[in-house]
């Protein structure tokens, strides 16, 4: 009896490949197979048939790897030109893939909420700030996507450059103090603080003629002032460091740095880094760019060509799709 099905799954399937294979227009036949012919495909390829139709780029790949015969070699090539491809990290293509497996569902939500744990007593240990599931969600999917392999090297870092830093800065203090959180808050709003109006803030706050919380909303009206585009997001109280730290995180990866590397200030050129100016304002109407536009600009950097995963042949996740495929 399963022979008798398995030999009924090969007729269906060889039909469907031989249908994709003589029409002009393979990518269309595929979506236009019969529900028969459909459930063959599906049932050979498993959950990676629901990635494939997820990207026009996949399917296209896939039907040409069908309709063309291709060897393995000849599919890993063309898979790496693919924009799936060159606009994921290996983490982000692991994770993608992963997403359009049912029987991974239980593994996913397992390893997002261990993650989300971790933060949690990391922001604890780190300065005892109590969060909540909503506060680390943003660094639980920054986690899970970008670092899949890494996310627990990475966790008092991303901790720490996320919710530490904020909670340091507190009002009132010393005048050492004061320095301190000045520096702290305009970095993270991308405004450089030269040494005279450093000091003069610091003064007028040891006279009683300011107060620390003034000196904060003058430096948010500067980058409000040098960011125009994002002045309703910094007079909610984002900080522009927030409004980057996608950037920031995702060149950080790919070019194997700190992100501390990216940092930028509105009024000091020499201190903003081309790739992050370019995220930040290189998008529609001036406003950041999309993920897919900039990880492909930092492909285009000559820093990129220096890193592992510029030198690395193939990533893990394009095996797993070529097993799938069947062309290994």
């Not at 730290?245 to 501390?260: F, H, I, S």
Request: hydrophobic share 35%; aromatic share 10%; no cysteine.
């Amino acid at each position: 009896m399963a022979e008798d099905y398995r030999a009924k799954q090969i007729k269906l399937l060889d039909k469907a490949k031989k249908i994709i294979s003589d029409s002009k227009n393979p990518d269309q036949a595929i979506k236009s197979l019969s529900p028969e012919l459909k459930k063959a495909i599906k049932q050979e390829y498993g959950y990676a048939f629901a990635l494939i139709m997820s990207s026009p780029d996949l399917t296209r790949l896939f039907t040409k790897a069908i309709s063309q015969g291709m060897t393995p070699d000849a599919f890993q090539k063309d898979l790496q030109q693919t924009d799936w491809y060159s606009s994921r990290t290996a983490s982000q293509r692991t994770y993608d893939t992963l997403l359009k497996d049912k029987g991974a569902k239980a593994d996913l939500a397992q390893r997002r909420q261990d993650i989300m744990d971790a933060v949690k007593r990391e922001a604890v240990a780190a300065n005892g700030t109590q969060l909540d599931d909503a506060d680390v969600a943003g660094v639980v999917d920054d986690l899970i996507r970008n670092h899949w392999d890494n996310w627990q090297e990475v966790l008092p870092r991303v901790v720490g450059d996320t919710f530490v830093g904020d909670n340091v800065l507190t009002f009132g203090g010393t005048a050492a103090a004061s320095v301190t959180q000045i520096k702290q808050y305009a970095k993270s709003m991308g405004v450089f603080i030269d040494d005279t109006t450093l000091g003069r803030y610091v003064d007028n706050i040891a006279s009683q003629k300011n107060t620390l919380e003034n000196v904060f909303a003058e430096i948010g009206n500067l980058a409000a002032s040098y960011y125009p585009q994002y002045a309703e997001n910094i007079k909610s109280g984002a900080t522009v460091d927030s409004i980057a730290q996608q950037y920031t995180y995702a060149a950080a990866q790919m070019l194997e740095k700190d992100p501390a590397d990216f940092n930028f200030f509105g009024n000091d050129p020499s201190k903003t880094d081309p790739l992050m100016a370019k995220a930040m304002f290189g998008g529609k109407d001036g406003k950041g760019m999309s993920m897919y536009d900039f990880r492909k600009l930092i492909k285009q950097d000559n820093r990129w060509k220096q890193t592992r995963g510029a030198r690395e042949e193939y990533a893990s996740i394009t095996n797993n799709i070529l097993k799938t495929f069947g062309a290994v």
